[in-house]
């Protein structure tokens, strides 16, 4: 079955960047996408398809895919970034599949 | 604005039943794929399951799932179901309806999940 790895956790100081990677076996052939899930709130897409924004989803949040590691980047990082953020893939065999999570932590 | 609500989540026991409904809004529900995630308590995101727009007529399921769940939908309800049989413990879990995006020019390499419900509570014990 097909595995997406994550960091457990990464920590960002107020107004810094943070980088979440998300590696898989090739995974730069794959679309990925990325959702962020807040306590008590809806799990909320930010990006699909490696590097695209839905509307409302701030220029703050870009993502790239390469090799075997995406990676979501959340620049000018805020309080309300604080979250759990999953990276996702579509595989032939195991279908839809999430990474282990990264919680996102605003020093 | 779009707007997925589940409900009939609760206490079970195990080997027993229980069906979980999304009642959907906001969007044409009747040619959108649909989709159940799952999230044990302090757990990462499981795909459970999805059903194909319109007739409904393809479906997938996790291994894990497979022979015990079934998903559907009432196109003229705009509702999702899932129903879940000879439940586990290993099944407690907030159960989410997630409404799927598939790329015209990808199929389900490009797809995604668009929006989210806020889940419902499914808790298997004796």
């Known amino acids: 079955s097909y595995e997406l790895t994550q960091a457990l956790s990464v920590s960002v100081a107020l107004g810094q960047t943070a980088r979440i990677t998300c590696g898989g076996n090739d995974i730069g052939n794959k679309n990925v996408q990325w959702y962020q899930q807040k306590p008590g709130q809806a799990l909320v897409l930010v990006i699909y398809r490696d590097d695209n924004r839905p509307s409302g989803i701030p220029e703050r949040f870009s993502g790239s895919n390469s090799g075997n590691t995406a990676t979501l980047t959340i620049t000018r990082a805020q309080a309300g970034d604080e979250a759990d953020y999953y990276c996702?893939?579509?595989?032939?065999?195991?279908?839809?599949?999430f990474g282990t999570g990264t919680k996102v932590t605003v020093l | 604005e779009v707007h997925l609500v589940e409900s009939g989540g609760g206490l079970v026991q195990p080997g027993g039943s229980l069906s979980l409904s999304c009642a959907a809004s906001?969007?044409?529900?009747?040619?959108?794929?649909m989709n159940w995630v799952r999230q044990a308590p302090g757990k990462g995101l499981e795909w459970v399951s999805h059903i194909s727009g319109n007739s409904g007529i393809t479906t997938f399921y996790a291994d894990s799932v497979k022979g015990r769940f079934t998903i559907s939908r009432d196109n003229s309800e705009n509702i999702l179901f899932l129903h879940m049989n000879s439940l586990r413990a290993d099944d407690t879990a907030v159960y989410y309806c997630?409404?799927?995006?598939?790329?015209?020019?990808?199929?389900?390499?490009?797809?995604?999940?668009?929006?989210w419900g806020q889940g419902t509570l499914v808790t298997v014990s004796s």
């Open positions: 997630a409404k799927e995006e598939i790329s015209e020019t990808e199929g389900y390499s490009g797809s995604f999940y668009d929006y």
């Open positions: 906001g969007f044409n529900f009747w040619t959108s794929a």
């Open positions: 996702q893939i579509w595989d032939n065999t195991a279908r839809y599949v």
